[in-house]
């Protein structure tokens, strides 16, 4: 009977806009922080599904963004010794590839891999990383007085200003200018896409327009609490946080910062975080004014954490909690929004996006989907999260990993010597009760059962001896 039959109908290819946001922590409106101003990423968050329990797998840009990209954990290929993932894993499909590969139209901005040379291999002219008419100097200048004060071949000079000019004048700015007008006519194209945005900020130095630094009282600002190291802290605890301190004007070797000098570096940090989510905040109006926002998907994630003075640490570079918890919000069409209660890592990522496109992925992703725990947010994928952070990396003879595990009451840490396969000492912080990890209590008598059942995930997750140094996966 004519018009009784079915006429399957296929659905469009699903849209990608995947949003790397450099050295943001979960300082933000959506993760608790009733202080600091990030309207869109929270608006973001309200209609996607937020991971409260994200990690990255090394807590230092380079690798961390070496495993999203390849899907493979740091310590595969010597992806923890930071060198172009290219280098480390060539033969690897990145996730770029699966896109590219199967049709998409590919666009990225800033800095999605960390080197030059993987992204131009990768994106090549679709990549923008400058802007051509840039009054920029340095790592970002535009104050003529900073400018003034770059003093080496890096080009640091302060560790922050805030002149008054547009947004587009940084970087930051231009680059959500052009990804807005890249989606006006990728929505006129018809093809699927991957626009890979990879913003700047807060990354040191903390550069934003003055705007932003004037919707923060200075006084209001709160210090850390616990500027101090941990009780029964380790030898490979500590870390001096070099990448701060070669900044002019900031204290060398072990002297300490000064409070009006902590204030004004936490004002930074939160101006370029409300800076960088307005910059956001364009990109997703635009999005939805073209309509893309039904069939796109959208990623926002932090490649690892921060601290601000916590331990009397700044940087990343460490195991801390807040060195590798990470913000990671997944916006797809036809998922409800929610907080997914699983554990999740950034190498989840890939497989994610191959899931929810329904693209075909390379057989040897080592992270899972979190598609699961997004359409089912109470499921339990994970119920721990491991990461792992190298000293000495470039020398195998004095190199030391610190590999972690966390779970929703613990965090412990293992530091071990490669060569010898020993360990350097051990770190366990009870989150119940101290959740800042002010004390390390891996000695105490009664966790001596919790040690063996945390040191027994590592060893089941990691090879922990000199084996790490082969090329193997």
Same mark, same amino acid.
């Given at each position: 009977m004519p018009g009784c039959g079915t006429t399957k109908v296929e659905k469009k290819p699903l849209n990608v806009l995947f949003i790397a946001v450099d050295d943001l922590r979960p300082e933000l409106g959506c993760y608790g922080n009733k202080l600091i101003k990030t309207p869109n990423i929270d608006a973001l968050a309200a209609s996607g599904i937020i991971f409260d329990h994200a990690y990255c797998q090394q807590a230092i840009c380079m690798?961390?963004?070496?495993?999203?990209?390849?899907?493979?954990?740091?310590?595969?290929?010597?992806?923890?010794?930071?060198?172009?993932?290219?280098?480390?894993?060539?033969?690897?499909?990145?996730?770029?590839?699966?896109?590219?590969?199967?049709?998409?139209?590919?666009?990225?901005?800033?800095?999605?891999?960390?080197?030059?040379?993987?992204?131009?291999?990768?994106?090549?002219?679709?990549?923008?990383?400058?802007?051509?008419?840039?009054?920029?100097?340095?790592?970002?200048?535009?104050?003529?007085?900073?400018?003034?004060?770059?003093?080496?071949?890096?080009?640091?000079?302060?560790?922050?200003?805030?002149?008054?000019?547009?947004?587009?004048?940084?970087?930051?700015?231009?680059?959500?200018?052009?990804?807005?007008?890249?989606?006006?006519?990728?929505?006129?194209s018809g093809k699927p896409f991957f626009l890979a945005i990879g913003f700047h900020k807060p990354h040191l130095p903390f550069n934003a327009p003055k705007k932003y630094w004037d919707m923060y009282p200075e006084d209001e600002l709160k210090l850390a609490t616990n500027q101090y190291l941990p009780k029964n802290y380790t030898k490979n605890t500590r870390y001096n946080f070099g990448e701060l301190r070669n900044y002019p004007g900031i204290p060398k070797g072990d002297t300490l910062i000064s409070e009006p000098l902590q204030r004004k570096l936490i004002h930074g940090y939160y101006a370029c975080a409300t800076f960088t989510d307005a910059q956001i905040g364009k990109v997703l109006l635009k999005l939805k004014e073209t309509g893309l926002d039904k069939n796109t998907i959208v990623v926002l994630w932090g490649d690892h954490g921060w601290k601000l003075g916590e331990h009397g640490m700044w940087c990343k570079h460490t195991n801390f909690e807040?060195?590798?918890?990470?913000?990671?919000?997944?916006?797809?069409?036809?998922? @409800?929004?929610?907080? $997914?209660?699983?554990? &999740? /890592?950034? %190498?989840?990522?890939?497989?994610?996006?191959?899931?929810?496109?329904?693209?075909?992925?390379?057989?040897?992703?080592?992270?899972?989907?979190l598609v699961p725990a997004m359409k089912e947010p109470k499921k339990q994928l994970r119920k721990v999260a491991f990461g792992m952070y190298p000293h000495n990396r470039d020398n195998n003879d004095k190199l030391v990993i610190g590999y972690s595990v966390v779970n929703n009451?613990?965090?412990?840490?293992?530091?071990?010597?490669?060569?010898?396969?020993?360990?350097?000492?051990?770190? @366990?912080?009870?989150? $119940?009760?101290?959740? &800042? /990890?002010? %004390?390390?209590?891996?000695?105490?008598?009664?966790?001596?059962?919790?040690?063996?059942?945390?040191?027994?995930?590592?060893?089941t997750r990691f090879k922990m001896d000199a084996s790490i140094l082969e090329y193997s996966n």
């Open positions: 690798a961390s963004r070496a495993s999203i990209m390849s899907g493979m954990l740091p310590e595969t290929h010597l992806i923890f010794k930071c060198g172009p993932v290219d280098e480390a894993y060539p033969d690897q499909e990145k996730l770029d590839d699966i896109f590219k590969n199967n049709g998409y139209e590919i666009r990225a901005f800033g800095k999605i891999y960390h080197h030059k040379s993987d992204a131009q291999k990768q994106f090549g002219k679709s990549w923008v990383w400058k802007n051509p008419e840039s009054r920029e100097k340095g790592r970002g200048y535009l104050d003529p007085a900073s400018i003034s004060r770059i003093t080496d071949a890096q080009g640091r000079g302060p560790a922050y200003e805030n002149p008054d000019v547009a947004d587009d004048e940084y970087f930051d700015g231009y680059q959500a200018e052009m990804a807005a007008k890249t989606i006006d006519d990728l929505s006129k807040l060195d590798g918890h990470v913000p990671l919000i997944i916006r797809a069409p036809e998922i @409800l929004p929610g907080r $997914a209660q699983s554990f &999740a /890592e950034l %190498i989840d990522l890939y497989p994610t996006l191959a899931d929810l496109c329904q693209l075909p992925r390379p057989d040897n992703l080592q992270g899972q989907s009451r613990y965090r412990y840490i293992n530091w071990i010597c490669i060569k010898t396969g020993k360990s350097e000492g051990t770190e @366990l912080y009870d989150h $119940a009760v101290d959740p &800042a /990890e002010n %004390i390390n209590v891996a000695g105490d008598e009664k966790n001596k059962t919790i040690v063996a059942k945390m040191d027994s995930l590592l060893h």
